[in-house]
C-alpha cells in the first residue's frame, strides 16, 4: 500500500522568511510519480509541481524549489523569501504508474502555511 | 475551456436522503475521480474510472455510486445520507498516463445533518 506523510500539520512564518515543507512517501513500486498541490483559501486545488521516480534532479520555479531524495523517499517543498500569498495549504501526492488504476493520487494530510506580514 | 465544473457549490441533507453530486469536463480526459477532503486527512479517494462505462472503487467508497456513461459526466450518488458523509467533494479529470496531473473541480460542500 502506498502512503505520504506530510508531518507538519502547521507552519507559520514571516513574510521574507524561507520555509521547508516535507514531504515523505512509502511505495513498493519502482516506477511512481510524486506530485505537490496548493490548495488557497479560496478552496481550489492548484497543480504546482510533478515528479518521476526516475529523475531526481531537483527544480526550481521562481521562488519555489523542490528536492527528491530516493534515498530518504523524501519530496520536500522549499519558498524562498516567502510572501503572504503563499498562505495555503499545500498537499504532496503519490501516484501508481499502473494504468488500469486510473493512476489514483494518493494524498498527504497536508500541511497548513500561514505567512504573517 | 470551463475545465471541471461541479454542482452544487453547497448542500445540506439530512440524514436518509439522497441526491447526486455533478461533475462534467470538456477536455475530454479518460479519467475522472471523486476524492473528499476532511480535516486533517487529505484527500481519499472514493470512486474512479478510466474511460466511459468503466468504474472501480478507491479508498472510501462505501455510501456512493457512480456511473460513467459519456465521457464528460461522471456523477457520485449518495444512496442514504450520513453525518459521516460530511465533507467537501472534489470532481478530478486527467489524461490516459501516470504521468499526467489531475485538474480539479471546485468543490461541493456537503453537510450531513
Known amino acids: 500500500a502506498q502512503k505520504v506523510t506530510q508531518a507538519q500539520t502547521e507552519i507559520s512564518v514571516v513574510e521574507k522568511e524561507d520555509v521547508t515543507l516535507d514531504c515523505v512517501y512509502e511505495?513498493?513500486?519502482?516506477?511512481?510519480?510524486l506530485f505537490w498541490y496548493k490548495q488557497p483559501p479560496s478552496g481550489e486545488l492548484v497543480f504546482l509541481i510533478r515528479r518521476n521516480s526516475f529523475d531526481e534532479q531537483n527544480e526550481i520555479s521562481g521562488r519555489y524549489s523542490w528536492n527528491f531524495q530516493k534515498s530518504t523517499s523524501s519530496f520536500n517543498f522549499t519558498i524562498t523569501a516567502s510572501q503572504v500569498v503563499d498562505s495555503a495549504v499545500y498537499f504532496c501526492?503519490?501516484?501508481?504508474?499502473?494504468?488500469?488504476?486510473?493512476?489514483?493520487?494518493?494524498f498527504g494530510e497536508g500541511t497548513q502555511l500561514t505567512v504573517n506580514p | 475551456n470551463a475545465g471541471v465544473t461541479q454542482t452544487p457549490k453547497f448542500q445540506v441533507l439530512k440524514t436518509g436522503q439522497s441526491m447526486t453530486l455533478q461533475c462534467a469536463q470538456d477536455m475530454n480526459h479518460e479519467y475522472m475521480s471523486w476524492y473528499r477532503q476532511d480535516p486533517g486527512m487529505g484527500l481519499r479517494l472514493i470512486h474512479y474510472?478510466?474511460?466511459?462505462?468503466?468504474?472501480d472503487q478507491g479508498e472510501v467508497p462505501n455510501g456512493y455510486n457512480v456511473s460513467r456513461s459519456t465521457t464528460e459526466d461522471f456523477p457520485l450518488r449518495l444512496l442514504s445520507a450520513a453525518p459521516s458523509q460530511t465533507s467537501v467533494y472534489f470532481c478530478?479529470?486527467?489524461?490516459?498516463?501516470?504521468?499526467?496531473?489531475?485538474?480539479f473541480g471546485p468543490g461541493t460542500r456537503l453537510t450531513v445533518l
Open positions: 501526492a503519490l501516484s501508481e504508474a499502473e494504468e488500469t488504476s486510473g493512476s489514483r493520487l494518493t
Open positions: 474510472s478510466v474511460g466511459a462505462g468503466i468504474t
Open positions: 511505495t513498493r513500486d519502482t516506477t511512481y510519480y
Open positions: 478530478a479529470s486527467k489524461r490516459q498516463g501516470p504521468y499526467n496531473e489531475q485538474f
